[in-house]
């Protein structure tokens, strides 16, 4: 990441940890971090596409490259506390307009990648540093909906599902009994995807994401995790 996006998420957290002490001594201890969670996400991607020759397919001259830019969305999850600890799955979902500029091969011919959305399902770990403050880790699976395209792949390539792995971690403050405020960081490594050449063999492309977003959501008092705790 840049200095800028390191910039923005030292901001990010020192203001949601400062809407967390002030909402601690309005609520005066009233929090409800169990539940499960709807709100929405917006922050500043990087997406790095990169993409390779194998079996016999034409070399390329100049490579796929990475875009940045400001992205959006949506999440859902649930949570159940134990003492401080809060557990908890999250699922986010980003729209942007990242694209990968062109690829060139030997031959001429170009293809290019364009991410429509991506999707994390993650699990949640945190600590109540507050009352109202939860710093936490995340971590799970990815996918994302790629376009690859281009005169130099057979049948001009298509829309693919990238998988990948990502992790992270942020902070999440209370400013009500059922609001929340969240800024955080996550790395996503997409896994290669094939792509057949019009020449033959074939185009490895991949994709690796990092993103700092800032959320907005709330909290309601119920979440399939309560059936744990009525055992």
């Known amino acids: 990441m840049t200095h800028a996006k390191h910039g923005i998420l030292a901001v990010g957290v020192a203001a949601v940890l400062t809407i967390g002490i002030a909402g601690g001594a309005q609520a005066q201890g009233r929090t409800a971090w169990e539940g499960t ?6 922050g500043w991607a990087d997406s790095d596409y990169g993409a390779n020759a194998f079996a016999g397919a034409p070399g390329l001259t100049t490579n796929l490259g990475g875009s940045d830019g400001f992205a959006g969305g949506f999440l859902y999850g649930a949570s159940w506390q134990s003492n401080n600890w809060v557990l908890g799955t999250d699922s986010v ?29 993650r699990g949640r770990l945190g600590y109540l540093v507050l009352p109202d403050v939860l710093v936490f880790g995340a971590a799970g699976i990815a996918f994302a909906d ?6 130099a792949l057979a049948g001009g390539g298509g829309d693919e599902r990238f998988f990948g792995w990502t992790y992270g971690a942020g902070i999440e403050a209370m400013f009500s009994d059922r609001w929340f405020a969240r800024v955080e960081y996550a790395h996503t490594d997409y896994d290669d995807e094939n792509y057949r050449a019009i020449a033959g063999g074939i185009h490895k492309v991949d994709l690796d994401t990092d993103a700092v977003r800032a ?8 979440s399939p995790l309560d059936m744990l705790s009525a055992r």
């Open 37 to 42: 969670h709807f709100g929405g996400h917006i």
């Open 215 to 222: 959320a907005i959501g709330y909290r309601f008092d119920w």
């Open 93 to 121: 979902w980003t729209f942007s307009d990242a694209n990968s500029g062109t690829a060139t091969t030997t031959a001429g011919l170009t293809f290019s990648a364009d991410t429509n959305y991506t999707t994390e399902t």
């Open 146 to 151: 790629v376009d690859v395209k281009g005169a």
